[in-house]
């Protein structure tokens, strides 16, 4: 992997990754003036979680033309995008509107609300130059690519000193509110560990607690077993629909062995893992003929503290559409009682995703 | 109130409500025929949380016509709906297609999961005969029947003797995937108590635990006292933007009385309470100019235990645009790590909602 750090006009970071060697043709762009962001966290007493604030002051100075794409290389120094042109494969930046940043100041005091700094990180992910493709139909390598890119950003993240955890996802659909279509994902960095990574985080430890084991060890030894609810085995790697699924035609993508961070694993290791994450993503796209919008979410282990072996590093992806164009709406049960009903049982699903083929 | 219990012909409990003396002018009907609901419960082991199952098998044995409300009266037998002819003002029957019942089966053994009857019931709350009309936008008396009804369904759902919370709750907006226009809501009794209501209730205990008051009591001195989040202030109830707010709109409605459950709460104070969330509903619906599409769920202590007087009754709505026509998604963060990322802060919000009048 190559990769190559710059800073853009704006002060925001921008690294490029690439399989071959890096060669930049044209100057570092920003689309615009800097944005003073002064992200906050304020505390919710009930739910006993962060919840962050980001009123920005937007500086734009230009009005971009109607199929303007901040994603692509710029093309058009009149309009300049996010990246510049030239030979890389995957570009990450500080998202021009992040919410949460490293150097937040501490907000005034408001009454009623315990609030501080909202620190931390927010990062874009541009899987490809190709503002057509998706992240299923790239290259098995680039895929790889992105796994290397990811397990990269963490540590790097990690190694700032402040962050606690990282979440890299991709949030895909028009369905589903996003309005950029070139494929690209994003990554949180918190200062803190959020409320999933907390919960996920103790159940691993109760698990290894109570049988001596890791969880993801059970759990792949398991489902191997089980054999039905496995899309897809690698040997190192796979892909099922777990037993609990809260979504109809949710996929986890694991690893064989229980690693708990991405950088954890070996080459082969993730090339085992990004076949099977191609593989997931494309039997999703083939599920209904058209493309599925999902949110795909790496689920590492808390960082910057004492290690956590018995986490289960693995990938959630989370389809939305329940049949073909029917969304899955998170209603009151799942939002007021936080308890997801599913009509599908997942032996059916994964008998249905199993059964999909693709070009 | 008035209120009269029936048994459907498919075997499901319909309850009529109504502000003046009830009369039934036709036969009480059922859609179709009974639809066996056999719904599981799963355990999601890292999220530490039910999923609930539920594949029905329909015996729909007619096709109904295009204008076709199954909440509205039956005015045609050929096509009956859910609900008679007759004087009332509110209707509620057993869902017809559960995510939990009563007499769930135990489920055959999964491998590799932990898996039990879905137990609890599921609800249907026809909120008025009127298919046109909102929750907002009925008379204030019809709006304080309707929380004499959440309370009575509350207490006769704890009765059964297997319940352990009742989520009272409103999906309202084709934009979130709601298909019945007609103004209506929904109840799920669960057998256990559900992650959102557990976290509550152990935030509360905690505060009534340190500072020796209940925490709506110190909530409800504070935002008076803070002044700018309330929207409007009966006396005996108010409703505010909470200073943590997770949506950009969000909005609470809550007695100043701390209680529990619905069912505490006297004959002046539901007047109060009702003529508040009723003012709630239209500030948000005239907000934009368009409806607002929204879910509203009733908070309330778990029950069929020991009583937990320091859980804080209240309703919360989350308004799902934040702004005119853009939708809030839960994305990444809030997904995969359970933490809120909100454009705008409770304080503006609260401004906004402040100006608004309807008519």
Redesign the interface.
């Known amino acids: 992997m190559y990769s190559e750090d710059f800073l853009k006009p704006d002060g925001r970071a921008l690294t490029l990754y690439s399989l071959t060697p890096i060669r930049v043709d044209s100057e570092i762009p920003s689309p615009g003036e800097a944005v003073e962001a002064r992200p906050?966290l304020?505390?919710?007493?009930?739910?006993?979680?962060?919840?962050?604030?980001?009123?920005h002051r937007l500086g734009r100075t230009f009005l971009p033309p109607p199929e303007y794409n901040p994603l692509a290389p710029t093309h058009d120094p009149q309009h300049p995008t996010e990246l510049p042109r030239g030979e890389y494969n995957i570009a990450v930046f500080e998202n021009r509107f992040p919410?949460l940043t490293l150097n937040a100041p501490a907000p005034a005091p408001?009454?009623?609300?315990e609030a501080r700094a909202g620190i931390g990180r927010c990062e874009v992910v541009v899987f490809s130059q190709d503002a057509s493709g998706t992240l299923g139909s790239l290259p098995v390598e680039q895929v790889r690519l992105l796994i290397d890119v990811w397990a990269d950003r963490t540590t790097r993240l990690t190694e700032i000193g402040k962050i606690r955890?990282v979440?890299c996802?991709?949030?895909r659909g028009v369905e589903?509110?996003v309005t950029l279509h070139h494929p690209h994902g994003?990554i949180?960095a918190?200062d803190h560990i959020?409320?999933?990574?907390a919960?996920?985080l103790?159940?691993?430890q109760a698990?290894q607690h109570a049988t001596g084991h890791p969880?993801l060890a059970d759990?792949v030894a398991?489902?191997r077993?089980?054999g039905r609810?496995v899309l897809r085995d690698e040997g190192e790697a796979l892909s099922v629909v777990p037993?609990?699924?809260?979504y109809s035609y949710e996929t986890w993508v694991l690893p064989a062995r229980p690693v708990s961070l991405l950088s954890e694993l070996t080459a082969s290791e993730r090339d085992a893992f990004a076949a099977v994450l191609k593989d997931a993503l494309l039997r999703l796209d083939a599920l209904f003929g058209v493309r599925m919008p999902y949110?795909l979410?790496v689920?590492q282990a808390p960082v910057g503290g004492e290690p956590h072996p018995e986490f289960?590093l693995h990938i959630?992806i989370?389809p939305y559409f329940r049949a073909k164009g029917r969304?899955k709406?998170?209603?009151?049960?799942e939002?007021?009682?936080?308890?997801?009903?599913?009509?599908?049982?997942p032996?059916?699903a994964a008998e249905e995703l199993r059964a999909v083929t693709y070009a």
Do not use: C, I
């Not at 408001?110 to 609300?113: A, E, N």
């Not at 959020?194 to 990574?197: D, E, F, G, M, Y």
């Not at 037993?243 to 809260?246: D, G």
């Not at 709406?329 to 049960?333: F, K």
């Open positions: 906050v304020r505390w919710h007493p009930l739910r006993a979680e962060w919840v962050m604030y980001a009123a919410s408001v009454p009623g609300v955890s979440l996802f991709e949030n589903v509110g994003q949180y918190y959020p409320p999933v990574s919960t996920m103790k159940a691993a698990h969880w759990f398991e489902e077993a089980v609810r037993p609990f699924a809260r949110l979410t689920q289960p959630e989370y969304l709406y998170l209603a009151g049960t939002q007021g009682a936080g308890e997801f009903a599913n009509d599908k049982l032996e059916v």
